[in-house]
């Protein structure tokens, strides 16, 4: 039989699929990802044609239009929330299932090995690019490269990285793993309803502490302090709420629920509205909001469509993407912007020419560097080879 093209396509596609250092692949976990990370994208792309044109007038047409895609900003708390089920999932099973303990050492040395490597490449691509492409003084740019790749750059210049804008978000990241072994403590509570309520109750003492801290006249708090974990660990407790649920409930009993389909399809209508009232009733429906859409397609019938490797392959590459769409983004409306079109039309081009491209520059990178930090191994492979050529 004829293979048609669309299966080579599909088996290539498929054959990008990320390795994980647990051997267990959680579908529904990769196709979130796809759209965490398809709304920074989007978010991104506006960002970028508005500044490429910002010395046009705008309408206030294309200033809805505009503010409509910068929901996709959402995108990086849907990543939290991720990262809070991912990180928290081996503690509820060693607590609650009798799993293996979760080594301390192992866990931080993976995080480095996996999560380390590409950032410094992609931290290094940019400064290059930086200093050649745009001139910039590298003597200049050297320190905020430094606390860039120490994960302190926010702490330090109170500011988004010099070198990485969307590092922030992973500066909160890497604070939030720091503390994930003694927040996984709750797991050792042997009531259910107990130990999530502790995990709400944590959440909405959270939220109530950012709106004194950060939004009231007169705030506690810095404003730059609100792009730290102080300001996100709401969502990585949802995170850790749908993991304890997912691994005494949802595991044994994956079928599909009738409530499924309405809280992930009512959950992004939810978001949309949330996102345009702003202000303390999104902080505070959001992380609830964020749980309801999660929780809804593990069980509802759309995580068979999007299930499939097209949205899980990409999702499973959204930390490549994530690292370098944003230079790729730039590049793709810098080249859009000088072709005579109005604002729609240079908004239509921008996509159709950045979203290729994004991805097939994120591809290059996911197999060149991201992939082979997935091996857990890879230290001690590479080690081995070193010394054996030396040999």
Same mark, same amino acid.
């Given at each position: 039989?004829?293979?048609?093209?669309?299966?080579?396509?599909?088996?290539?596609?498929? /054959?990008?699929?990320?390795?994980?250092?647990?051997?267990?692949?959680?579908?529904?976990?990769?196709?979130?990802?796809?759209?965490?990370?398809?709304?920074?994208?989007?978010?991104?792309?506006?960002?970028?044609?508005?500044?490429?044109?910002?010395?046009?007038?705008?309408?206030?047409?294309?200033?809805?239009?505009?503010?409509?895609?910068?929901?996709?900003?959402?995108?990086?708390?849907?990543?939290?929330?991720? /990262?809070?089920?991912?990180?928290?999932?081996?503690?509820?099973?060693?607590?609650?299932?009798?799993?293996?303990?979760?080594?301390?050492?192992?866990?931080?040395?993976?995080?480095?090995?996996?999560?380390?490597?590409?950032?410094?490449?992609?931290?290094?691509?940019?400064?290059?690019?930086?200093?050649?492409?745009?001139?910039?003084?590298? @003597?200049?740019?050297?320190?905020?490269?430094?606390?860039?790749?120490?994960?302190?750059?926010?702490?330090?210049?109170?500011?988004?990285?010099?070198?990485?804008?969307?590092?922030?978000?992973?500066?909160?990241?890497?604070?939030?793993?720091?503390?994930?072994?003694?927040?996984?403590?709750?797991?050792?509570?042997?009531?259910?309803?107990?130990?999530?309520?502790?995990?709400?109750?944590?959440?909405?003492?959270?939220?109530?502490?950012?709106?004194?801290?950060?939004?009231?006249?007169?705030?506690?708090?810095?404003?730059?302090?609100? /792009?730290?974990?102080?300001?996100?660990?709401?969502?990585?407790?949802?995170?850790?709420?749908?993991?304890?649920?997912?691994?005494?409930?949802?595991?044994?009993?994956?079928?599909?629920?009738?409530?499924?389909?309405?809280?992930?399809?009512?959950?992004?209508?939810?978001?949309?509205?949330?996102?345009?009232?702003?202000?303390?009733?999104?902080?505070?429906?959001?992380?609830?909001?964020?749980?309801?859409?999660?929780?809804?397609?593990?069980?509802?019938?759309?995580?068979?469509?999007?299930?499939?490797?097209?949205?899980?392959?990409?999702?499973?590459?959204?930390?490549?993407?994530?690292?370098?769409?944003?230079?790729?983004?730039?590049?793709?409306?810098?080249?859009?912007?000088?072709?005579?079109?109005?604002?729609?039309?240079?908004?239509?081009?921008?996509?159709?020419?950045?979203?290729?491209?994004?991805?097939?520059?994120?591809?290059?990178?996911?197999?060149?560097?991201?992939?082979?930090?997935?091996?857990?191994?890879?230290?001690?492979?590479?080690?081995?080879?070193?010394?054996? @050529?030396?040999?």
């Amino acid at each position: 039989m004829a293979v048609l093209p669309t299966d080579r396509l599909t088996a290539a596609w498929r /054959s990008l699929s990320r390795v994980t250092s647990s051997g267990r692949f959680i579908a529904e976990i990769d196709a979130l990802r796809f759209f965490a990370i398809a709304g920074v994208v989007v978010h991104h792309v506006g960002v970028g044609v508005f500044e490429s044109r910002q010395a046009t007038t705008t309408t206030a047409a294309q200033s809805a239009l505009l503010h409509a895609l910068s929901y996709g900003a959402f995108g990086v708390p849907l990543f939290f929330a991720i /990262s809070g089920f991912i990180l928290s999932l081996p503690f509820v099973e060693h607590h609650r299932l009798g799993g293996p303990r979760v080594s301390l050492g192992r866990y931080l040395l993976r995080r480095a090995t996996r999560l380390e490597p590409p950032y410094l490449a992609s931290l290094l691509l940019l400064f290059v690019l930086k200093v050649l492409a745009r001139g910039e003084s590298p @003597r200049a740019l050297l320190p905020h490269l430094a606390a860039s790749a120490g994960y302190v750059h926010m702490l330090v210049y109170h500011a988004v990285s010099s070198i990485s804008g969307v590092a922030w978000s992973l500066e909160v990241e890497v604070q939030f793993y720091l503390l994930v072994p003694l927040l996984a403590a709750v797991f050792r509570l042997r009531d259910d309803a107990l130990r999530r309520g502790v995990i709400v109750a944590t959440a909405a003492a959270l939220v109530g502490f950012q709106h004194f801290a950060f939004e009231r006249p007169g705030a506690l708090c810095p404003h730059w302090m609100q /792009s730290t974990i102080l300001g996100h660990l709401q969502y990585f407790l949802v995170g850790f709420l749908l993991a304890d649920v997912f691994a005494l409930r949802w595991r044994s009993r994956p079928e599909v629920s009738a409530a499924g389909d309405p809280l992930w399809y009512g959950g992004w209508a939810a978001l949309v509205l949330l996102f345009a009232v702003g202000g303390p009733v999104a902080r505070i429906a959001s992380p609830v909001v964020v749980f309801a859409l999660y929780a809804g397609f593990f069980q509802s019938r759309a995580k068979a469509f999007f299930c499939r490797p097209f949205f899980t392959v990409t999702g499973g590459m959204c930390y490549s993407i994530y690292l370098v769409h944003n230079v790729v983004v730039l590049l793709a409306t810098k080249l859009t912007a000088r072709l005579p079109l109005g604002f729609a039309g240079a908004l239509a081009a921008a996509f159709v020419v950045a979203l290729p491209l994004v991805l097939l520059v994120s591809s290059v990178f996911f197999v060149l560097i991201e992939r082979p930090c997935m091996d857990k191994n890879w230290p001690t492979k590479l080690w081995r080879a070193l010394h054996t @050529r030396a040999a």
